[in-house]
């Protein structure tokens, strides 16, 4: 499932800039900028296809600054300050494409040949314009196909664990054997993430 439209999420997201300006890399490279306007689905059509799936695409806001605690008190505050002046000074508070941001760790695709091969050159030029993988597929997907089945969709959930703790706990009493990990599924657990295969024993 997707985390949602980009500017669901806050400044303090590290890729969250980085997202933005991969839409404006003439600034820097001028005509030898990733044409992703003949690429991508148009913007409008986009916005539409989207708002099947409850994601409403919104500009820019000072508010979205704050951190997820309502707090410039994050590492970085400033430099995202920065960027923020620099957006608004050349009138870029209006989001360039509706940027979708999720987990992109599992997906399935379709074997629509017609529809793959768009999807697949739009992947493309997403790679040259070094768009955020977590953003680049969550948006190219839902834009691309015309049906997307989520996790909220289908009664199932991955389980994801971000700290060491957390970790140990789930993979400890397993002893590392992947043949333990593949049996220890809870009932309708969709994926296990992170799973590093080179720390697992066959």
Same mark, same amino acid.
């Given at each position: ?14 890729? &969250? $800039?980085? !997202? ?32 099947? @799936? ?16 309502? !707090? @410039?008190? +994050?590492?970085?505050? @400033? ?17 360039? +494409?509706?940027?979708?941001?999720? +987990?992109?760790?599992? &997906? ?10 768009? &999807? ?8 040259? $314009? ?19 089945? $989520? ?9 994801? +664990? ?11 009493? $397993? ?22 295969? !080179?720390?697992?024993?066959?």
């Amino acid at each position: 499932d997707p985390w949602g439209v980009i500017t669901d999420l806050t400044a303090e997201w590290s890729n &969250f $800039m980085p !997202s933005v300006n991969a839409f404006y890399l003439k600034d820097l490279l001028k005509h030898n900028a990733p044409k992703w306007q003949k690429s991508f689905l148009d913007k409008e059509t986009a916005i539409i296809k989207l708002r099947q @799936y409850d994601l409403e695409a919104i500009s820019i806001k000072w508010t979205h600054l704050f951190d997820r605690n309502k !707090s @410039y008190h +994050y590492p970085h505050f @400033y430099n995202r300050l920065k960027n923020f002046i620099q957006l608004k000074r050349k009138g870029r508070f209006q989001l360039p +494409y509706p940027l979708v941001s999720g +987990y992109s760790d599992t &997906f399935v695709i379709p074997n629509q040949p017609e529809i793959l091969k768009i &999807f697949l050159q739009r992947l493309e030029v997403s790679r040259q $314009m070094r768009l955020w993988v977590e953003t680049a597929l969550p948006t190219l997907i839902l834009t691309s196909f015309d049906k997307v089945i $989520m996790e909220r969709d289908i009664g199932w959930r991955g389980s994801t +664990y971000w700290d060491q703790q957390s970790l140990d706990k789930r993979f400890n009493h $397993m002893d590392y054997l992947l043949e333990n990990l593949l049996v220890d599924f809870g009932e309708r657990e969709l994926f296990i993430h992170p799973v590093k295969l !080179s720390k697992w024993k066959i």
